[in-house]
């Protein structure tokens, strides 16, 4: 039976995926207290990333925010590993966001948009959350942008 929540995501047009396997020595997340703190994710679909490369030079700003939305289902799907029913999140409290960038580009927070703008979308009222966004040199198997929640949950 699908809970509330993942027939959102049904209804937004995005399916929760299987959990993404761990690409080296940890799992997608972990519950501690009230709290779920995933891995960070990457965009992947079917087990590969969708793009690589730096933003803007190599991936648009508009492509990389779709990526950031696809790396936080990701998210989601780490959290139901953790917590087993999506349908327990209360509150969407923090997302970081990790932009693989040439050094002049500045536009990070618009690329982590697509993260922010989904989780609100899907939740509504919890999904509203604190945000960090960060640009760095390179991320894990050459992914343009990578993902992690801190969730809430009962």
């Known amino acids: 039976m699908t809970g509330r929540v993942e027939a959102r995501l049904i209804e937004l047009g995005f399916p929760l995926p299987p959990v993404v396997p761990p690409v080296a020595a940890y799992i997608p ?21 969708v793009a690589t490369g730096k933003v803007p030079s190599q991936v648009s700003p508009e492509q990389a925010k779709e990526l950031a939305q696809i790396a936080a289902l990701n998210c989601l799907a780490a959290v139901k590993f953790a917590i087993g029913d999506l349908d327990r999140i209360t509150r969407i409290v923090k997302v970081n966001g990790f932009i693989a960038s040439d050094p002049e ?47 809430e949950f009962n």
């Not at 519950?31 to 990333?49: C, R, W």
């Not at 690329?111 to 604190?130: M, R, W």
């Open 29 to 49: 997340a972990v519950a501690t207290g009230n709290l779920v703190m995933t891995a960070g994710q990457l965009p992947m679909v079917d087990g590969k990333l």
């Open 105 to 151: 580009f500045t536009g990070h927070p618009a690329v982590n948009n697509g993260a922010s703008e989904f989780l609100g979308a899907v939740f509504g009222e919890i999904g509203i959350h604190a945000r960090s966004t960060i640009g760095v040199a390179v991320l894990p198997l050459d992914a343009p942008v990578e993902v992690e929640l801190i969730v």
